[in-house]
């Protein structure tokens, strides 16, 4: 598989179970996600943990995965990824095709590009300590209270920085690193700073 590009697919096998790897480099580094029938996924993972235990391999709870998604600032389905959010806003241009032939939502996606129209980014947020809010939060201009100009999709203590950190969609002109920005959560309202993804130590 070392010959794989991203966003590629192989068909590979271990112990007499075939199943799919795609490359994928989300997580700061190269890496595949595994396609493989439920009845079967057992069996691959302790397979994988046996053999990669010379390499330093160890298992990833979900927790842990979660707090590693959002320093990367990978997108998740669900979260970043819905239908509210196209691929450019979610700053997933790395796995579009410009030359591919028709394919459902091309035009759309052409026509946000080549007009300059993508009006929300997916950036980071730096967020002051205090209550954590909850993801689906608004996020507000503190220099116009109560006008919302994004939202908050994901949250997760960061280990290591320290702090909490969160994924949020924020208006394009409130994108820029080092912006401060607010998030109205419930009865309460965190200061956010916009980071770069992925997070790096302020």
Not at 91 to 107: F, N, P, V
Request: with cysteine.
């Amino acid at each position: 598989l070392a010959a794989l590009a991203p966003h590629h697919h192989a068909e590979v096998g271990i112990d007499g179970v075939r199943f799919m790897a795609a490359r994928s480099s989300e997580l700061g580094g190269s890496g595949f996600a595994i396609i493989v029938e439920a009845a079967a996924a057992e069996r691959i993972w302790r397979a994988l943990l046996t053999r990669g235990d010379a390499y330093g391999t160890s298992p990833l709870g979900e927790e842990a995965f979660e707090m590693v998604r959002v320093e990367f600032g990978m997108p998740r389905f669900g979260r970043e990824i819905t239908d509210e959010y196209n691929p450019l806003e979610a700053r997933l241009d790395d796995a579009i095709s410009w030359t591919k032939g028709c394919y459902i939502g091309q035009e759309v996606v052409a026509r946000l590009d080549s007009r300059q129209k993508v009006s929300k980014l997916l950036v980071g947020l730096w967020l002051e300590p205090g209550p954590v809010p909850d993801a689906g939060s608004p996020i507000e201009d503190p220099a116009r209270p109560g006008l919302r100009i994004g939202t908050l999709t994901s949250v997760a203590p960061s280990l290591d920085h320290r702090r909490v950190i969160g994924l949020a969609y924020v208006r394009n002109d409130l994108s820029a690193p080092g912006t401060n920005l607010v998030v109205a959560a419930q009865d309460d309202r965190v200061g956010a700073v916009v980071s770069d993804l992925p997070f790096k130590k302020p």
